[in-house]
């Protein structure tokens, strides 16, 4: 029988390169909880970058999955499908949004929004020439749409040229914005909570002067809660809490709480003078057997009443976390809300990046956001109980 070491060797030689791997084969989980090949145990605080909100062997999904499959997996979007007109009836009712495209992933989902925005700004003047305004410290995806947006340029210089027009200023910054406003933007990007740039939850001011801009200029807010939408702040949609609505928004990860599934949405109003047929497409997305798992998705979050147990736990995740920032002298702060939140750490005393491998080692998943950031996105059913193991975990992981 193979084993752990001689399958991690096998990838080795077959994969391409483009992740540092933890020395781990999973085989299995339940609940919170991954156990590897060795049947290891794994108290899961990454939830497969903030996708499984459900957690593992949910057999309530599992089976809606499976009577999906011996229906009908895929028909072409040339057809219609109950599953897809669930789907969608659902997730825009959830955002507050009028129009859905499904897509496969979450880049994808950011891409079908920078050619709606282009779109609408092209029906208003007829001119191509239409600029972007995205944020520093952002992160939106590897495609070259999505990577054109990404405001850090270690993901972007290998791959120039990128897709032209487009300019960056810097989050909770609304001079910022401002200076690089013209008569050409179409449209301003960002995360509502920032993830990958290291767990920045934006100001309220910020938020609010955006959209104060944006409905000033006819320019199109697009905001990003493809990592921080789908309940993990606590409210459906991160923006929910500030009182505002996008004009576009883009979900993915825990929509389909792990087949490939995304989605981009609007308002109406850039329905109607934005993309049509042609302009936009995809083979595989929005099939009925991803459909059918956003409405299972929806249908538990509704009946378990996630949202409370994110809102709940989430603060005495909070309090805990706070605790390690004033026991500690290498942690140096605490940020996020609701099951998206992130540990600072001083890199010369105790670097991140070690503390995540030690924690795999001790039973414990957690990932960067950045160099210096421990983020907990765990799955959305936690308990207070897995808290204080996950604490636990940590400090031996120091």
Do not use: W
Not at 184 to 213: D, M, V, W
Not at 298 to 306: E, N, V, Y
């Amino acid at each position: 029988m193979k084993t752990m070491n001689g399958y991690i060797d096998e990838a080795e030689s077959v994969l391409l390169h483009t992740y540092n791997r933890f020395s781990v084969v999973f085989d299995h989980g339940r609940g919170v909880k991954l156990y590897d090949l060795d049947g290891k145990e794994y108290l899961d605080f990454c939830a497969g970058i903030a996708v499984f909100a459900l957690g593992y062997g949910n057999e309530e999904y599992n089976n809606a999955l499976k009577k999906q499959v011996d229906k009908l997996i895929h028909c072409s979007n040339l057809f219609y499908s109950v599953p897809a007109i669930e789907a969608a009836k659902g997730l825009t009712g959830a955002a507050g949004m009028d129009r859905v495209f499904f897509t496969n992933s979450g880049a994808e989902a950011i891409e079908g929004a920078i050619k709606s925005a282009r779109k609408y700004a092209f029906n208003r003047d007829g001119s191509t020439d239409h600029e972007i305004i995205a944020m520093n410290n952002s992160f939106h995806g590897r495609t070259m749409g999505a990577l054109s947006v990404t405001g850090n340029k270690k993901y972007r210089e290998p791959f120039y040229p990128m897709i032209g027009n487009i300019e960056y200023a810097d989050f909770n910054d609304l001079d910022s914005v401002k200076a690089r406003l013209n008569d050409k933007t179409c449209a301003i990007i960002l995360e509502t909570i920032q993830g990958e740039g290291g767990i920045y939850p934006a100001e309220p001011e910020f938020l609010h002067g955006i959209r104060e801009l944006c409905d000033e200029k006819d320019i199109l807010l697009i905001l990003d809660e493809i990592q921080c939408g789908m309940g993990r702040s606590g409210n459906m949609f991160a923006y929910e809490a500030y009182g505002i609505k996008p004009d576009i928004v883009t979900v993915a990860k825990a929509v389909g709480c792990g087949v490939p599934v995304g989605a981009f949405m609007m308002t109406q109003k850039v329905a109607d003078k934005s993309l049509i047929p042609g302009d936009h497409g995809t083979t595989y997305g929005g099939n009925p057997l991803v459909t059918a798992a956003v409405c299972e998705v929806l249908r538990q979050f509704k009946d378990r009443d996630i949202l409370s147990n994110v809102r709940e736990v989430g603060a005495y995740m909070y309090e805990k976390l706070d605790e390690l920032v004033c026991e500690y002298d290498f942690i140096t702060g605490h940020r996020g809300v609701g099951l998206i939140q992130g540990l600072v750490f001083d890199n010369e005393k105790m670097p991140a990046k070690d503390v995540c491998q030690r924690a795999v080692a001790n039973g414990l998943i957690v990932i960067t956001a950045g160099s210096d950031v421990i983020r907990f996105i765990p799955p959305l059913i936690i308990t207070k109980e897995d808290v204080d193991k996950m604490i636990v975990l940590l400090k031996k992981s120091f």
